[in-house]
């Protein structure tokens, strides 16, 4: 088990203490999909952006296992689902790849922005017409003097209804080629770029999501992340940090769910005694628990290794294959438990079950992980 110093756990104390603000109002914003704008400044405020940045650029300098623990602090302390995954989404979709491929300029530029929040970010990926198969890839870049000019329509874009810059992979050489592909760094009010309405979803409803379209989009070369070329290789280690950072926040609400449902059990009488002295209930309760401990030690496990440079392609399916399917379960776990009221909106269980289904599909299906993993076991 991990030591976290003085340092570190203040960072997740400053996070965890504003928790029940940022979460206020959260049941009644869920069903019209409501941005906590208020809460994301509550949150900027925190410094939560800035932790694996240089501070050259407004960063802390934390390395991804701080980050991790400080980002499961918000999920276990905010009960907006939604708005926790949009900051995960905005730290890592536009300042992880600024940090690691951008020119001096564009970090200078946008990561201070990035950093204190006053700039979302967004990243635009997947296509309609397919979703994990990224080599397939329709949308194209084609060079004209020193612009680019993009042609295509992006589907699903997390954040894309409030975002201020999108870092978009488009092609830019042979399909099927993992380096025919780029990535562009886009303004939102670059002429040719539009933005579709939000749409609404099953769950996480308090991150807006929509299409992105562009039409004879021209972004300045200047603003290619890494070189022409390296799209798929940004791609490859920006999803790594995606799903480290994005499933350790759902570290912290099953945490926080397990610790409702012992309480609950502990409290809740039926035929004379606590539903907890039932094994029917009992057992549920410790699947959970082996649940979150196992999601942990995959999660911080893989996140060292990432940050010590090892290869962690397998870690990652299985820590992403693991949390969001243990996610689901402990999410319906919690409904069963509280019965009739875990049904209810009031309590906030039903749509902890909605949000968690999103984690089986998002940053790679449950189909795709367990494909990645046979192939790589030799299979």
Known sequence: MTEWNEDQRALRAAVEALGPRLGEGHIERDPGGGFAAGAWKLLSETGLFALPFAGE???LRQSLPTT?????????????????FSASTHLVSTGVPLQRFGSEELRARYLPRVCDGSLIGAHAITEPEGGSDVMAMRTAAERDG?????????AFVTNGPIADVFVVYARTGQRGSPTG????????????????????KMGLRTSPLSELFL?????????????????????????????????????GEME??????????RTRTQFGQPIGSYQSIANHIVDMKVSVETSRKWLYDTGRKLADGKDVTVDVAISKLLT????VSTALAAVQIFGGYGYTVEYG?????RNAVAGTIYSGTSEIQRQRIAKLIGL
């Not at 020193?146 to 992006?154: A, C, R, Y």
């Not at 926080?256 to 059990?265: E, T």
């Open 57 to 59: 650029h407004g960063g």
């Open 68 to 84: 991790m623990y400080v980002l499961e602090g918000l999920g276990r302390s905010c009960r907006d689902g939604g708005l926790s």
């Open 146 to 154: 020193d612009h680019f000019v993009l042609s295509g329509t992006k």
């Open 181 to 200: 592909l780029t990535a562009f760094l886009v303004d939102r009010e670059t002429p040719g770029l539009g933005v579709g309405r939000p749409i609404a």
């Open 215 to 251: 039409d004879g989009c021209r972004v300045p070369d200047s603003h290619v992340l890494g070189h022409v070329g390296s799209g798929f290789l940004i791609l490859d280690h920006v999803m790594r940090w995606e799903i480290l950072c994005s499933f350790v926040i759902n570290l």
């Open 256 to 265: 926080h769910r397990l610790q409702r449902c012992i309480d609950y059990a």
């Open 324 to 327: 969001s399917e243990s996610n």
């Open 349 to 353: 269980l039903e749509k902890d079950l």
